[in-house]
């Protein structure tokens, strides 16, 4: 893969070192034994601002990510004319109905492919508006087009104002009939999630199937959850292909989010390195999150980890254990942690299923097989998946992080163990963790910036 020239000016107000060419890690010197109360959930803080400003009435959330996705989030709402006022973590929003006030404009999303995906849907079952939609450069190439398919069977006028397929797009409110739609779910869930979002304002039932393979079916499984708690109730059955939504109003709520177990995985992941101990306050096994599930490949590979009513925590081992094939298709955010872990390991460690993530904020299998290969760690590259064998990563030149705060997250944790490593852009981080490299100091990694 070529170099990746970072897009800052999809970076938000409440993004982190946003100049700052690169970042130089080395191990702590010693293994970290600490405590962190990690960043809200991405994923609840995106749908549940969005499903406020839906809602009749007004809710409170607490406990929001403050990062570049939920900022563009926010921002977007503001330009519909939602009236909504952030204070620290908190966020008030006076619900809408449905009707977005401000009937015209432009929008722009920065990177954020959950609402690239939640936003059509919502939008178009207004009574009236046309807006467009635009993303960053990244965000314009992955696909939308099984989500406006399916928003157009439901009646909507959703158009292409570009490339077929991709932003921008152009949304021309004027209510959403319902009926019977099929949704692809095989390169992302989150089209699912947009519609299911949506349905509740459709004139008549909707009923959604799904037509292939879906992947990360959990996202679907918080949405409905999160739906539920604003008084709408999904039908669906146990294999989550087949969906059932009546006509209804989402009711303002007041909701505290959960913390996002996607990140809490590198916070767990530097134990497991480093044989520490990490110890996250603010995330317990009752999270829908899929990401929660790295505890099993975490333990799989050595570590002990422990689970109570306030939160997780993880012991590193001596040595990382390897020698398994594991499919990440319902986890595929934790690839790239995955794959960082994985030389340090005493055998290959083989990732397969996860196709869909060639489509995320980079292609993901392809990043990761070239910076580790960088590294001078032999890797094989498959359509699905990758390879990654037992070696000593070594520092040379400063490794590219593809405008994708995962890549950057992710190859920070090899800095652990390497002294040296430099990395690229650190402040992509901000899509999701502003504070990453800050948090990661506290706990005992030297970050030079
Ligand atoms: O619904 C969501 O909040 C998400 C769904 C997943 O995306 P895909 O289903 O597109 O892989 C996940 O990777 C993303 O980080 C968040
Ligand atoms: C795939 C991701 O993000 P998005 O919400 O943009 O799809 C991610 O956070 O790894």
């Given at each position: ?16 070192l ?13 293994p ?22 839906l ?7 607490g ?46 999303i ?18 009236r ?95 409905i ?26 009711q ?123 590294l ?5 590259e ?36 390497v ?31």
């Amino acid at each position: 893969m070529g170099r990746v020239e970072p897009e800052r000016n999809s970076r938000s107000p409440w993004a982190a070192l946003y100049d700052r060419e690169e970042v130089e890690i080395h191990p702590p010197t010693k293994p970290p034994d600490g405590a962190i109360a990690v960043p809200g959930s991405k994923s609840y803080t995106n749908r549940a601002i969005l499903i406020s400003a839906l809602a009749e009435g007004s809710s409170i959330l607490g406990d929001i990510l403050r990062s570049d996705d939920s900022y563009w989030c926010l921002n977007a709402l503001q330009q519909l004319g939602v009236s909504l006022q952030v204070e620290g973590n908190t966020v008030s929003i006076e619900g809408t109905g449905g009707e977005w006030p401000n009937p015209a404009g432009s929008l722009y999303i920065g990177a954020a492919g959950t609402i690239a995906r939640f936003l059509p849907g919502a939008l178009a079952a207004g009574s009236r508006g046309s807006w467009l939609l635009e993303g960053n450069r990244r965000l314009s190439e992955r696909p939308v087009r099984p989500l406006i398919k399916a928003l157009n069977t439901m009646g909507a006028d959703i158009r292409y104002t570009a490339d077929i397929g991709q932003l921008p797009i152009r949304i021309e409110a004027r209510g959403l009939a319902g009926g019977k739609v099929t949704v692809s779910g095989a390169v992302s869930s989150q089209f699912l999630s947009g519609l299911l979002i949506a349905s509740p304002y459709a004139k008549q039932r909707t009923e959604i199937r799904v037509a292939d393979k879906m992947v990360q079916h959990a996202y679907v499984g918080m949405t409905i959850e999160l739906m539920k708690r604003y008084g709408v109730v999904v039908e669906h059955n146990e294999a989550y292909d087949h969906f059932i939504i009546e006509p209804e109003r989402y009711q303002g709520q007041n909701v505290q989010l959960e913390a996002d177990a996607s990140t809490s995985c590198y916070f767990l992941a530097y134990a497991a390195l480093t044989g520490g101990h990490i110890r996250i306050t603010n995330l317990t096994a009752a999270t829908l999150q899929p990401d929660f599930g790295m505890l099993k490949v975490f333990e799989r590979m050595g570590c002990k980890v422990n689970s109570d009513a306030e939160g997780i925590e993880l012991w590193g081992p001596e040595m990382l254990q390897g020698g398994f094939t594991i499919s990440m298709r319902e986890m595929s955010d934790q690839t790239l942690t995955l794959a960082a872990l994985a030389p340090f390991a005493d055998a290959p460690i083989t990732i397969t299923d996860v196709e869909h993530i060639r489509t995320h904020e980079c292609d993901r299998i392809s990043a990761m097989c070239d910076s580790l290969t960088r590294l001078g760690i032999q890797v094989e590259e498959r359509r699905d998946g990758l390879t990654v064998h037992p070696g000593m990563p070594a520092a040379g030149e400063a490794l590219d992080t593809y405008d994708d705060h995962r890549m950057a997250m992710s190859l920070a944790l090899i800095g652990s163990r390497v002294g040296g490593l430099r990395l690229r852009d650190p402040g992509c981080v901000s899509k999701t963790c502003p504070s990453y490299f800050e948090d990661m100091r506290k706990l005992g990694l030297q970050v030079i910036i």
